[in-house]
Every structure is written in structure tokens, then in C-alpha cells.
């Protein structure tokens, strides 16, 4: 069913070099970093997300994900074929559906199974607070109309970008590279590791490893985006009730 797709995620059409890979990532990632800092500098910004204005929300998501956006634009324009679409495989086919079920599952079951022992051996750092911590913190910053620009935020944009960069970029340029097992697993922990919480790395490295096997199955990011979706609208929802 999925053969023809697996071929074009193991061998894309762009031509992929360790160069692009490691520091057209690291040039974007510190070039977010670089207007964090300015922005919260320039506007003297509290790192308690309770007290950070509501405009810092959109403004420190677009500082992140507009370099990476650029980095993916202009390797689609001097490495890849020109079709942004074709070289980080932003495909969509009804069956992909089935990552709804997926995420939201990912999201009630499977982090919670995978950090459990963690939070068996090392309670303070893996309680649940822990866990939820950060994101606690945003849904409780936000305010008013806000919270559908959190939503958007949370629910739309950061699985869009995010799968494209990790998988429609990483894991893609490293299975042209690498055997696509290990690209998986490198392109999971990369993700996992970026997010630079310990205590959220056993889930979000579980979840990444099976946003990379949708990924690696059907060969386009449809799957993985719509689990994603549903992955953090559901740990949304969650904060919203309780």
C-alpha cells in the first residue's frame, strides 16, 4: 500500500549534505535563539510566563519558527528541486487521518507509560508538575483572545513547522545518509532533545519515534502533521479541564 511513498522518503530528489543538515540547523536554531534574546532584552521580559505580555506569546514563536522556515526555503531553492511541497514530502491523503487516533492516544497513553518507570526511579525530577510545567505555565499566561492565539500556536503551528524541520528535513537528509532505522532514532532524539525539558524527554522522545515511523511509512509528513495536531490539542484540552 505504502511501497512507492517508502522510496521517496529514503531517497529524496535533493541533494542532502552533512553541511545542510548540521549547520543550516544550527544556523537557524541560533539565530531563533539570537531574537529570543533581543526581544527579551529590548523589552525587558520576565522569564515567569505569568508575567510576560500577551504579544510575547506570538512574537517568541515567530522568532523561533521563522528562521527555520527560511533555512527550509532556501535549501528547497539551492539544494533541492524548487517545489517546497516535493522536497520536504508536505503531502496529505485521506488515510493520513488515522494519525487523529494516533496522536491523541500518543498523548493519553503512551507518555504516560514510557515516563512512568522514570518517575518510579526519580520521582522530583519526573512528577507530574514537572511534566506539565511548561506548558501549564503558557495556558495559564494567556488571556482573553489570547487563548485562541495559544491554540493556533500550540494546536496548528508548531506541529506544521516542526514536523517539516524534523521530519520533512532531519530525517529525510539523514536516511539519504544513513540507514533509516538509525534516522529515526537520531531525528527523535534531536527533536526530544531541542525542547530541553528532562523531564519531558521520555514522552516526547516515544512520540517523535512514532511520528518518524509514520513518516518513514508512507513517505510523506500528512501522517505525522495530523498526529502532532492531535497530540497537542489533546494536552491542551487536558490543561483546560483540569
Not at 27 to 36: E, I, K, N, P, S
Not at 44 to 54: A, G, L, M, N, Y
Not at 58 to 73: D, E, T
Amino acid at each position: 500500500m505504502f511501497a512507492h511513498e517508502v522510496a521517496s522518503a529514503t531517497t529524496p530528489r535533493v541533494r542532502y549534505s552533512l553541511a545542510w543538515l548540521a549547520f543550516g540547523w544550527i544556523g537557524a536554531y541560533l539565530t531563533a535563539t539570537a531574537l529570543q534574546i533581543f526581544l527579551v532584552a529590548a523589552f525587558d521580559i520576565s522569564q515567569d510566563t505569568s508575567e510576560q505580555p500577551d504579544w510575547f506569546l506570538l512574537a517568541g514563536a515567530m522568532s523561533l519558527w521563522v528562521p527555520q522556515l527560511v533555512l527550509l526555503v532556501m535549501f528547497s531553492q539551492r539544494a533541492g528541486t524548487g517545489s517546497f511541497a516535493q522536497d520536504f514530502h508536505f503531502r496529505f491523503r485521506l488515510v493520513d487521518l488515522w494519525g487523529v487516533p494516533i496522536g491523541v492516544l500518543s498523548q493519553v497513553l503512551l507518555v504516560g507509560l514510557v515516563t512512568w518507570p522514570f518517575r518510579t526511579w526519580f520521582p522530583g525530577v519526573f512528577d507530574v508538575a514537572q511534566v506539565e510545567d511548561r506548558a501549564r505555565g503558557l495556558y495559564d499566561s494567556a488571556r482573553g483572545p489570547w487563548l485562541v492565539v495559544l491554540a493556533l500556536i500550540v494546536v496548528v503551528g508548531a506541529p506544521l513547522v516542526e514536523e517539516l524541520v524534523y521530519r520533512g528535513f532531519v530525517q529525510a537528509g539523514l536516511s539519504s545518509r544513513i540507514h533509516h532505522v538509525a534516522a529515526v532514532v537520531i531525528a527523535a532524539a534531536w527533536f526530544a532533545g531541542i525542547h530541553g525539558r528532562v523531564a519531558e524527554l521520555p514522552g516526547l522522545f516515544a512520540f517523535a519515534l512514532v511520528l518518524g515511523i509514520a513518516f518513514q511509512l508512507t513517505g510523506r509528513l500528512g501522517m505525522s502533521v495530523t498526529a502532532h495536531l492531535a497530540f497537542n490539542a489533546t494536552g491542551l484540552a487536558f490543561l483546560a479541564l483540569t
